[in-house]
């Protein structure tokens, strides 16, 4: 590295938290103590641009409607809105039949709610009305509410196979229009308290998997139509596969008029739509496939008389003119809520990813809060007119987009086709056979077929969205829609955590010339800071991935601080004892050679020497030590200083076997050979016995790292777990003289940090920088001898490469 680097890295100023607290602005006391009284009523306070402002954002039509356009977006609302009106009429009828509802409250559901939502909706592409998966949780709810087995018509004692349909749908009616009203109010609550982020939890996986295992449901349906049969109705998990056991047992009693006009409307609808997106970029408007299929239809079958001469179902009689208002069965409501709210989310879900589709292609934003707002009184106000659950509709919305619709406009004006058709035309869509309606769901599920692409895709791609995709796809077909949304959504929530739970750590190296710090493992052109470890893990630590951030700080430093820390408790706590055990034949010998000294001194005259002991701390006794011939060498130990705060003294020893020649050293210098004779016990090592344990001198261990910098740029919150963890960290490596720093903190995790009462007089905020680079600094500079000069040129020299 040349000396320019080497001079920016001397003149680069160091930050920590203390100098980042000084540099920034922080808050009036004043303001931050006030009491809440005064936000309450600063909160509630009103004024008229905040009225301004709060009603327009409830009613979003008042920001647009007032600088409407009639020049510039009249035209392209009104072919719009003519394109999508008349898609919405097949396709409210034939989703009604998903709905196991009679085909005219296909065409209530698709009229009431466009003119809601062109109240309160934000966006300006999307179409409202009738969609397939809403329309298959629908009818899983009424035919679990109301199946046929509840209809049967009694004739005197004995019970007939027919079933009473008209008090049938009048009950599945209100059991659709409860479920619709309890769902949209739940919208609404969730929108106002700001729970539009709800929709967030339902990934792309997820919702392309159920609602791939939705059309799977929407296929089983539409096969009695199709194959004009009457299978049993089953309810609650394997529902699905019990149906299919029970269509396949009836294929010998296949009505073959039925197959044969359901086989050839599948092949006209098909055909037709094909060519429509051949030819799409030559035509102002799409062709109405749909429309012209079931008006072809319907007049083939009124001629022919298809019901009557070949006993094909017929949609039969469609009531002219709208029905009154009703107050939904609210009775219900304690049966259906569970399936209310798994509607509600998954409507949600479609209709915002739809709309910020939208949104973002055009340059304008949808509003997550309001959206469910709107949605939720689309589909509370519809419920009370008899109409099912809504949400926007791929097809209907990408015609809107495409026939140039500008505005909520094109919705009002879908609206009014529909309203004229119920008014003035809809019985003449009495004769329409029913095959021709489950043919129609059967080709708009083609995009719903190509979702099993994703497999492949995200096989190459992502193992664990495929496993989420799968996991959802499976459980919704087996436990049927309601179930199969809870359980792909805690699934999916759990892989969060597992990807938490197990991130990846590595150790960083500097890059020269640069302040970046990078994975050594991956870059091979990082070098190795000397003496400084820098840990990074790629997620948040908090209660579930602690302890594994700490095992995995262990491994990758290298130091085993737990083994490294017992051993060193275990040494040390045997030292004591022996250091006590030592203490007291210290006095047992004193006591003897007093007494031994007593006696000699009227037999013999012996040569003796004198020793302060100070093991009692401040009293001092003269201890006359004799001397007893040894084979070898014989050595006295005695403390040499007062007993200290740990219970711990420096200790000296007396070596030789004549006294006029004994030399007095400390423990340091004692060989192997040399033995203790405190009192007739010569069975342990001084070395052993009497030495302060520390790890580098016992030889156990040895390492080189004096810093280890934990890089939190990932982390964007803490725990108390976490909190209690980094302490830990900081006290068990500060043990073995290793020092830790945080680098990368964001600020309110530095605040967490306070508020758990991490920093303290040992870890203080000093530890913690702004970068990695900042903390590298301190390091080399805390260490004095090295200094950042002597890094570059180690770098520069070692050329350490990983």
Request: net charge neutral; aromatic share 8%; hydrophobic share 40%.
């Amino acid at each position: 590295m040349d000396s320019r680097n080497a001079e920016y890295c001397i003149q680069r100023e160091v930050i920590d938290e203390q100098r980042l607290k000084e540099r920034s602005r922080r808050l009036d006391h004043s303001q931050t103590n006030l009491p809440i009284s005064h936000w309450l009523k600063k909160s509630l306070s009103c004024s008229v641009p905040k009225l301004k402002r709060t009603i327009v954002g409830f009613l979003p039509v008042l920001s647009w409607l007032p600088r409407y356009s009639i020049w510039d977006y009249g035209m392209p609302d009104l072919i719009s809105g003519i394109s999508v009106g008349i898609m919405h009429l097949p396709q409210g009828m034939a989703y009604a039949l998903l709905a196991s509802l009679p085909p005219v409250f296909g065409l209530y559901t698709s009229l009431y709610p466009p003119f809601i939502y062109f109240i309160f909706g934000t966006s300006r592409h999307i179409s409202i009305g009738t969609f397939t998966i809403l329309s298959i949780m629908i009818g899983s709810v009424t035919e679990r509410l109301a199946p046929d087995a509840d209809f049967l018509i009694y004739n005197g004692t004995n019970v007939t196979e027919e079933v009473d349909i008209v008090s049938r749908d009048l009950y599945r009616v209100q059991v659709a229009a409860a479920t619709t009203v309890l769902g949209g109010l739940i919208q609404v609550v969730l929108g106002l308290v700001q729970f539009g982020f709800v929709g967030t939890y339902l990934s792309e996986p997820l919702v392309r998997g159920y609602t791939t295992a939705a059309s799977a449901h929407a296929v089983v349906a539409q096969l009695k139509y199709i194959l004009g049969v009457s299978p049993k109705r089953f309810n609650g998990p394997l529902s699905i596969v019990y149906t299919l056991i029970d269509l396949v047992r009836l294929l010998p009693e296949t009505h073959l008029p039925t197959l044969l006009a359901s086989v050839v409307a599948i092949v006209v609808l098909i055909t037709a739509k094909e060519l429509n997106n051949a030819l799409r970029h030559k035509m102002l408007v799409p062709i109405p496939v749909e429309l012209c299929t079931i008006v072809v239809a319907t007049v083939i079958s009124f001629y022919t008389r298809l019901n009557e001469s070949y006993k094909i179902s017929v949609v039969g009689e469609i009531p002219s003119g709208l029905q009154p208002p009703g107050v939904p069965n609210t009775r219900v409501f304690s049966e259906v809520v569970v399936d209310a709210f798994a509607i509600a989310i998954v409507g949600y879900a479609i209709s915002i990813s739809l709309g910020k589709t939208f949104a973002l292609k055009h340059g304008y934003k949808v509003e997550s809060n309001q959206e469910l707002v709107a949605l939720g009184l689309s589909n509370t106000v519809g419920g009370f007119f008899h109409c099912f659950s809504v949400c926007s509709s791929m097809s209907r919305s990408l015609i809107q987009e495409t026939t140039g619709g500008k505005t909520q406009i094109a919705g009002v004006v879908s609206g009014v086709i529909v309203l004229v058709t119920v008014l003035k035309l809809g019985s003449l869509f009495q004769e329409l056979p029913k095959a021709v309606l489950a043919a129609i769901v059967f080709v708009n599920l083609k995009g719903m077929f190509k979702q099993y692409y994703d497999i492949v895709t995200l096989w190459r791609s992502c193992k664990i969205d495929l496993l989420i995709w799968l996991v959802t796809y499976v459980s919704t077909v087996l436990f049927n829609l309601d179930m199969g949304l809870g359980a792909s959504m805690g699934f999916a929530l759990l892989t969060v955590i597992f990807r938490t739970q197990r991130p990846s750590y590595s150790l960083l190296g500097h890059l020269p010339g640069t302040e970046l710090y990078l994975d050594m493992e991956t870059h091979e052109e990082v070098r190795e800071v000397p003496g400084i470890t820098i840990f990074r893990s790629s997620a948040t630590m908090y209660f579930a991935n602690a302890e594994l951030y700490l095992e995995a700080l262990k491994k990758k430093s290298g130091l085993d601080i737990g083994k490294m820390l017992t051993y060193k408790r275990r040494q040390e706590a045997k030292q004591r004892r022996r250091e006590r055990r030592a203490e007291r034949r210290a006095r047992r010998e004193a006591k003897r050679q007093k007494r031994a000294l007593r006696e000699a001194s009227q037999r013999s005259k012996k040569s003796v020497f004198t020793v302060e002991d100070e093991v009692n701390g401040d009293m001092h006794r003269e201890v006359e030590l004799g001397w007893r011939q040894r084979e070898n060498s014989t050595v006295f130990v005695i403390p040499e200083t007062a007993r200290t705060s740990d219970g711990c003294h420096t200790w000296m020893y007396l070596k030789g076997t004549d006294p006029e020649t004994a030399t007095l050293g400390s423990v340091s210098d004692l060989h192997d050979g040399d033995t203790t004779t405190l009192d007739s016990s010569s069975e342990d090592t001084l070395s052993r016995d009497l030495e302060r344990v520390s790890l580098g001198s016992l030889g156990k261990w040895t390492w080189d790292i004096h810093s280890i910098i934990l890089d939190f740029s990932t982390a964007n919150f803490v725990d108390t777990v976490a909190i209690k963890t980094l302490r830990n960290i900081f006290h068990d490596f500060g043990e073995i003289d290793v020092n830790i720093y945080l680098a990368g903190c964001q600020a309110l995790m530095v605040e967490q940090l306070e508020r758990g009462g991490f920093f303290s007089d040992v870890i203080t905020e000093g530890r913690v920088f702004a970068t990695v680079h900042d903390a590298v600094l301190y390091c080399l500079k805390l260490r004095g001898a090295v200094t950042i000069h002597s890094y570059e040129n180690a770098l520069d020299i070692s050329g350490t490469r990983l």
